[in-house]
């Protein structure tokens, strides 16, 4: 993909090739499962049968190079930070980040005197979604699935950016 | 010749087997299923257990939200925050008097007079924990969790993803420019405006 990213002109075919990849880029966002802490846990419940992840494409991967979506559940330690920022960078293109739960977005409870806590991910990493909650519940975690796929299916990955 | 046909009665009476319980499945999809379509149909949201009778207490986790009319600006939910996550400033300002121009009113829902304006209030969802202390010192009961038992004030509220992170701080006061709070405030370098 990366050769014939945003470089053509905006016409009836491009378009409509645009919109395909969307569709098929935001149908089987497969995730990377990052469960640093508590927020795996809802991770899990939410890829389990009751709130199943699959009805909406998603499969979990333990491969950063089998995955499109990386779900950032938990507190990032300072020692994982490095770890987070050389797992994301192996993942291929198009890759998307989801920050899951208070801890993720900006250091939760540990954001003022937290002095081992990455106070957030996208410090480290560009974020797309932040799902709030302490942990967030299955339907939030979900909820924010689904805004990311309305992302996905709104980019333009072959026309030529403008502006 | 026997063996001939025995080999297509027993591929046609297993095929029929198997899609036999295929097609029973279909037909009772709904059958012990346990999958919940989300978006379409959701659980209810359940309530904490927090170990005794929980009628009179706000016990749910879910969004922040505050009332802003009867708010006395008395700092105690900022106090008791474990993660100080509630930022609010006041201003002092004549008791009990309503203040159209900055949206202040004078007395509360609980018949308590203001004398604090409100300039700031700040809830940073990212660094809430849910842990509900703020709802429990509020004299007014004007901070509290939406849903549950507090479903009739408003409606609940936890999936609320932001592509944005500065989008989840919630700003509950009410819009003001700096002159209007200027003129609303009694004390004017250390002396009383009026009265």
Same mark, same amino acid.
């Not at chain 2, 842990?131 to 703020?134: D, T």
């Given at each position: 993909?990366g050769?014939?990213?945003?470089?053509?002109q905006d016409n009836?075919?491009v378009?409509s090739m645009?919109?395909?990849?969307?569709?098929?880029r935001?149908t089987?966002?497969?995730?990377f499962q990052?469960?640093?802490a508590?927020?795996?846990?809802?991770?899990?419940a939410?890829?389990?049968s009751?709130?199943d992840?699959?009805?909406?494409g998603?499969?979990?991967?333990?491969?950063?190079?089998?995955?499109d979506?990386?779900?950032v559940?938990?507190?990032?330690?300072?020692k994982?930070?490095?770890r987070?920022k050389k797992?994301?960078?192996?993942?291929?293109n198009?890759?998307y980040?989801?920050s899951?739960?208070s801890?993720?977005?900006?250091?939760?409870?540990?954001w003022?005197?937290?002095y081992?806590?990455?106070?957030?991910?996208?410090?480290v990493?560009?974020?797309?979604?932040?799902?709030?909650g302490?942990?967030?519940?299955?339907?939030?975690?979900?909820?924010?699935l689904?805004?990311?796929?309305e992302?996905?299916?709104?980019?333009?990955?072959l026309?030529?950016k403008?502006? | 010749?026997?063996?001939?046909?025995?080999?297509i009665?027993?591929?046609v009476?297993?095929?029929?087997?198997?899609?036999?319980?295929?097609?029973?499945?279909?037909?009772?999809?709904?059958?012990?299923n346990?999958?919940?379509?989300?978006?379409e149909?959701?659980?209810?949201r359940?309530e904490?257990?927090i170990?005794?009778?929980?009628?009179d207490?706000?016990?749910?986790?879910? &969004?922040?939200h505050? =009332? @802003?009319?009867? +708010?006395?600006? /008395?700092?105690? $939910?900022e106090?008791? %925050? !474990?993660v100080? #996550? *509630?930022?609010?400033?006041?201003?002092?300002v004549?008791?009990?008097e309503?203040?159209?121009d900055?949206?202040h009113?004078?007395?509360?829902s609980?018949g308590t007079k203001?004398?604090?304006?409100?300039? &700031?209030?700040?809830? =940073? @969802?990212?660094? +809430?924990?849910y /842990?509900?202390? $703020?709802t429990?010192? %509020? !004299?007014?009961? #004007? *901070?509290y969790m939406?849903?549950?038992p507090?479903?009739?004030?408003h409606?609940?509220?936890?999936e609320f993803?932001q592509?944005?992170?500065?989008?989840?701080?919630?700003?509950?006061?009410?819009?003001a420019?700096e002159?209007q709070?200027?003129?609303?405030?009694c004390?004017?370098?250390g002396?009383?405006?009026?009265?």
């Open positions: 993909m050769l014939l990213e945003h470089k053509f009836v075919v378009a645009d919109k395909l990849l969307g569709w098929a935001s089987s966002p497969w995730f990052f469960g640093l508590c927020c795996a846990i809802e991770m899990m939410t890829a389990a009751r709130h992840l699959m009805r909406i998603m499969i979990p991967r333990s491969s950063p190079r089998q995955a979506v990386m779900i559940a938990g507190t990032v330690t300072m994982m930070a490095l987070v797992l994301y960078e192996q993942m291929a198009p890759k980040v989801i899951m739960g801890c993720a977005t900006s250091g939760g409870p540990y003022q005197y937290g081992h806590v990455l106070k957030g991910v996208d410090l990493v560009p974020v797309d979604v932040y799902v709030p302490c942990p967030p519940r299955p339907e939030a975690l979900i909820e924010g689904l805004k990311l796929q992302k996905i299916q709104a980019e333009r990955p026309t030529k403008t502006a | 010749m026997r063996a001939y046909l025995r080999t009665w027993e591929s009476s297993t095929l029929v087997t198997g899609m036999t319980i295929t097609w029973r499945h279909m037909v009772n999809i709904r059958k012990g346990v999958t919940l379509q989300y978006p149909e959701r659980w209810p359940p904490r257990d170990g005794f009778d929980q009628d207490y706000n016990v749910i986790r879910s &969004r922040l505050v =009332d @802003m009319d009867d +708010c006395i600006g /008395c700092l105690k $939910c106090r008791v %925050c !474990p100080d #996550c *509630i930022k609010i400033e006041t201003e002092k004549d008791k009990g309503d203040i159209p900055v949206g009113t004078g007395i509360t609980n203001k004398a604090l304006l409100l300039t &700031r209030f700040d809830i =940073d @969802m990212t660094e +809430c924990c /842990c509900n202390l $703020c429990y010192p %509020c !004299p007014e009961e #004007c *901070i939406t849903g549950g507090n479903s009739e004030k409606p609940i509220d936890y993803s592509f944005d992170r500065n989008d989840m701080v919630y700003r509950f006061a009410k819009e420019s002159e709070v200027e003129k609303a405030t004390v004017k370098n002396e009383k405006k009026n009265g």
